[in-house]
């Protein structure tokens, strides 16, 4: 999860300028005065105080093996810290972004705000920029139908959502709800998350709320350890797509489910609204905040936890564990006849529907000969 930071405009500028400055060699000084302000910020802001003592001695330790002293660029220590962070915190968040363009940006926006503040006079202020950039992010998310890659009806009636990226609520909710009005109809719903690397709350739980009723129910409260805060997040008592309640519901996930998305996947399963299917997830639960390391580099950092109103605790490390574990490849399928042999046992003790039950036992039949 993160907080509104843009991503899909981040990637087009964030990956481009390493090709030019990614051979810029970086001296054992700077590795040091580096180390030093991430481990300040770790200590300050990560989302577990009692975890960052730990975590900066470790840093220590694989400095002072002289592991970084053959390290000669700047974006090869930011690779390197990345994995080593990420090896020794066990929190996929952590990420080191060797951009010194987008400091030197973040710091000439800084100042004008704070001139203008002084001043009195009007400038171009980060929110103005923000109104530019988010420009560019609409169009990138408007180019991948704001995350939703497929929506039909698969044989016997079984709505599917191939789902790959929750965007701001306010640019995806009427795709949302067009979504869930398409599969409305149907008898049972296959939301395939295996690919989603998550995105913005809280539309996960407005999409979430579809498939409660209109009541307001704590979805996932989340706590921040720099303000010492908890925020409790409702499901939506108003939507604009039709509710899916009281069917079955099958989420597909894997190692690929990421962020939002095991949110999205944890909350349905423990409120008993869904099945999940595949392999376990990421595990990666944390909210993240970008900070500046120093002129160079800047910190990808967990800073918010969530906590699920029935486990009281998160999916951080463990993943979104399925209640039917199966291949990657395999889920769709194990779900689609999961959900059919659903259907045809209702219809069953009908006998007015036999030609549906006969059409729905050839569908069967096809899926599992694959």
Same mark, same amino acid.
């Given at each position: 999860?993160?907080?509104?930071?843009?991503?899909?405009?981040?990637?087009?500028?964030?990956?481009? =300028?390493?090709?030019?400055?990614?051979?810029?060699?970086?001296?054992?000084?700077?590795?040091?005065?580096?180390?030093?302000?991430?481990?300040? %910020?770790?200590?300050?802001?990560?989302?577990?105080? &009692?975890?960052?003592?730990?975590?900066?001695?470790?840093?220590? *330790?694989?400095?002072?093996?002289?592991?970084?002293?053959?390290?000669?660029?700047?974006?090869?220590?930011?690779?390197?810290?990345?994995?080593?962070?990420?090896?020794?915190?066990?929190?996929?968040?952590?990420?080191?972004?060797?951009?010194?363009?987008?400091?030197?940006?973040? @710091?000439?926006?800084?100042?004008?705000?704070?001139?203008? /503040?002084?001043?009195?006079?009007?400038?171009?202020?980060?929110?103005?920029?923000?109104?530019?950039?988010?420009?560019?992010?609409?169009?990138?998310?408007?180019?991948?139908? +704001?995350?939703?890659?497929?929506? /039909?009806?698969?044989?016997?009636?079984?709505?599917?959502?191939?789902?790959?990226?929750?965007?701001?609520?306010?640019?995806?909710?009427?795709?949302?709800?067009?979504?869930?009005? +398409?599969?409305?109809?149907?008898?049972?719903?296959?939301?395939?998350?295996?690919?989603?690397?998550?995105?913005?709350?809280?539309?996960?739980?407005?999409?979430?709320?579809?498939? +409660?009723?209109?009541?307001?129910?704590?979805?996932?409260?989340?706590?921040?350890?720099?303000?010492?805060?908890?925020?409790?997040?409702?499901?939506?008592?108003?939507?604009?797509?039709?509710?899916?309640?009281?069917? *079955?519901?099958?989420?597909?996930?894997?190692?690929?489910?990421?962020? %939002?998305? /095991?949110?999205?996947?944890?909350?349905?399963?423990?409120?008993?609204?869904?099945?999940?299917?595949?392999?376990?997830?990421?595990?990666?639960? &944390?909210?993240?905040?970008?900070?500046?390391?120093?002129?160079?580099?800047?910190?990808?950092?967990?800073?918010?936890?969530?906590?699920? =109103?029935?486990?009281?605790?998160?999916?951080?490390?463990?993943?979104?564990?399925?209640?039917? $574990?199966? *291949?990657?490849?395999?889920?769709?399928?194990?779900?689609?006849?999961?959900?059919?042999? $659903?259907?045809?046992?209702?219809?069953?003790? @009908?006998?007015?529907?036999? =030609?549906?039950?006969?059409?729905?036992?050839?569908?069967?039949?096809? %899926? *599992?000969?694959?």
């Amino acid at each position: 999860m993160m907080k509104h930071i843009k991503k899909p405009l981040a990637i087009l500028l964030l990956v481009f =300028p390493f090709l030019s400055y990614a051979q810029k060699k970086i001296s054992d000084k700077d590795k040091s005065s580096t180390i030093e302000s991430i481990k300040e %910020l770790i200590h300050a802001n990560y989302v577990f105080e &009692h975890k960052t003592a730990y975590f900066n001695r470790s840093l220590d *330790s694989l400095n002072a093996t002289g592991k970084y002293e053959g390290v000669k660029d700047y974006q090869a220590f930011a690779d390197i810290l990345t994995e080593d962070l990420i090896a020794i915190t066990k929190d996929k968040h952590f990420k080191i972004q060797y951009n010194p363009d987008l400091v030197q940006s973040r @710091r000439r926006r800084l100042e004008a705000s704070q001139q203008a /503040e002084e001043e009195e006079t009007e400038v171009e202020t980060e929110e103005t920029n923000a109104e530019e950039e988010i420009d560019w992010n609409y169009w990138y998310a408007q180019k991948k139908n +704001f995350g939703f890659e497929k929506v /039909e009806v698969l044989g016997g009636n079984i709505g599917y959502i191939k789902y790959t990226f929750f965007q701001p609520l306010s640019w995806a909710e009427s795709t949302i709800d067009a979504t869930m009005r +398409f599969v409305a109809n149907t008898d049972a719903l296959i939301i395939d998350l295996r690919e989603n690397q998550g995105g913005y709350s809280p539309t996960d739980s407005y999409l979430a709320s579809h498939f +409660f009723d209109e009541n307001a129910t704590l979805w996932m409260s989340s706590y921040e350890r720099r303000l010492d805060e908890t925020d409790s997040v409702l499901t939506f008592q108003d939507v604009g797509g039709e509710r899916y309640v009281d069917k *079955s519901v099958f989420i597909l996930v894997s190692e690929n489910t990421f962020s %939002l998305a /095991e949110r999205f996947a944890y909350g349905l399963k423990h409120f008993g609204k869904a099945i999940i299917i595949g392999e376990a997830s990421a595990g990666a639960a &944390h909210a993240i905040d970008f900070m500046e390391v120093n002129e160079n580099y800047l910190i990808q950092l967990p800073i918010i936890r969530s906590v699920h =109103p029935v486990t009281k605790i998160d999916w951080e490390g463990t993943g979104v564990i399925p209640d039917i $574990e199966t *291949s990657n490849e395999e889920a769709l399928r194990t779900a689609h006849l999961m959900a059919l042999n $659903e259907q045809i046992e209702a219809l069953q003790s @009908r006998t007015i529907v036999g =030609p549906i039950l006969e059409r729905y036992e050839k569908i069967k039949m096809e %899926l *599992s000969k694959r």
